[in-house]
């Protein structure tokens, strides 16, 4: 490959030397399970968030499940989800034994319609999963503004958009809580599964840190039926090292989007769009064309690396196939399906490579 999609390798390399005395570190203390890597990770993201507590997890799901879970969501309620995302959102849901309820995209920013979250509200709606799908964030105020009306939790699937901004405003204090995930590929990734938990609200917070170590707050004393799912102290130890560059790689994927918005020029390709409030973490570079697999195909044949996120909607998975979700059929989230398409986006990258994908995607008929 000329351009790769991504190269995690490359990333992680850059901090080889720390990964190795962070492991040190931790086996010279002892401790392997919710020791002082995780304590202050925790710390570190909350700060960086602008938000009071983090609590670290064992991935993304597990936060956004556990979120659901201390709210006491469950059997016969509903919660709002977008059409349009990766089936980790619909999980946390049904997991609980409540309902996804799914709302279509704006097309133009491929996140949740405000105007359809009104409508798909019922007696038992209970929370309204945003996503900040790709790293740019969903209309946050208007979404707020419509929960309030409702009395619903909002709960933010931040998995795509560390340090992302809406007006000014950080990402995983927008809403009551957030989810992230720092899954290797993520704007911020750990060397295996990893996830967080971010709000403002104390109670929450204490909840879910019972959560997820076995309900417990004292040592074999078990409040509640907990679950298991603790970010691991070497996680959090790498976490810690990656963390100060995270906005410097934000940063470049700024740069990078800025390059394929001002150079990349094709009548039959749609570049992504920019929300007024929006600065994007760009976790990805998602453009749109009604001859996706051709482009994606000529892209290959040049050597460079492409994906589509994602390929088949919660909706039309076989997970989902049962009778809860009869009439489920958000034509949009099936079309754009079908005509999104990720150009190569990360750090790694270098002008060079960014101006060979413009340009194959420039000679493209
Ligand atoms: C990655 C991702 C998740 C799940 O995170 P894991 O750590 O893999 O469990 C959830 N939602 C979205 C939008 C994601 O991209």
Not at 83 to 94: E, G, H, M, Q, R
Not at 110 to 137: C, M, S, W, Y
Not at 337 to 353: I, N, R, T
Request: aromatic share 8%; glycine share 8%; hydrophobic share 40%.
């Amino acid at each position: 490959m000329i351009v790769p999609f991504l190269d995690l390798k490359s990333i992680n390399l850059c901090f080889r030397d720390d990964f190795h005395a962070a492991l040190d570190r931790v086996l010279d203390s002892g401790q392997t399970i919710l020791g002082e890597e995780v304590h202050f990770f925790e710390q570190e993201f909350a700060s960086y968030c602008d938000v009071n507590h983090c609590i670290g997890v064992g991935t993304g799901l597990d936060a956004l499940y556990l979120v659901l879970n201390a709210w006491g969501i469950g059997h016969g309620d509903e919660v709002i989800v977008p059409s349009n995302t990766f089936i980790a959102t619909w999980l946390a849901v049904s997991h609980t034994g409540a309902l996804p309820i799914a709302v279509e995209p704006d097309p133009a920013s491929f996140n949740i319609d405000p105007i359809g979250i009104e409508k798909a509200i019922t007696p038992r709606t209970r929370a309204i999963i945003v996503v900040h799908l790709f790293g740019q964030p969903a209309d946050m105020d208007e979404i707020m503004s419509i929960a309030e009306k409702y009395g619903l939790k909002v709960l933010e699937d931040a998995a795509q958009a560390h340090g992302a901004r809406y007006y000014g405003r950080r990402t995983g204090g927008l809403g009551h809580a957030a989810g992230f995930s720092f899954y290797p590929s993520k704007n911020l990734g750990a060397l295996g599964d990893g996830g967080a938990i971010t709000t403002n609200d104390p109670e929450l917070a204490d909840r879910v840190r019972a959560l997820r170590n076995y309900g417990s707050r004292i040592k074999y004393r078990n409040q509640e039926k907990g679950f298991n799912s603790r970010l691991d102290e070497l996680q959090a130890a790498f976490l810690r090292i990656k963390l100060p560059y995270l906005d410097a790689g934000n940063s470049r994927r700024n740069e990078i989007a800025t390059l394929y918005q001002k150079k990349l020029r094709n009548p039959c390709i749609e570049s992504p769009t920019v929300c007024v409030w929006a600065e994007s973490a760009w976790h990805l570079y998602v453009i749109r064309t009604q001859r996706r697999d051709e482009l994606m195909q000529h892209l290959e044949g040049l050597g460079i690396g492409t994906s589509i996120h994602y390929p088949m909607p919660p909706h039309m998975q076989d997970a989902y196939n049962d009778s809860s979700m009869a009439g489920n059929i958000n034509p949009l989230a099936s079309q754009l399906a079908g005509e999104l398409l990720s150009l190569p986006m990360g750090p790694h990258l270098s002008d060079e490579q960014v101006n060979v994908v413009i340009q194959a995607c420039m000679e493209f008929h």
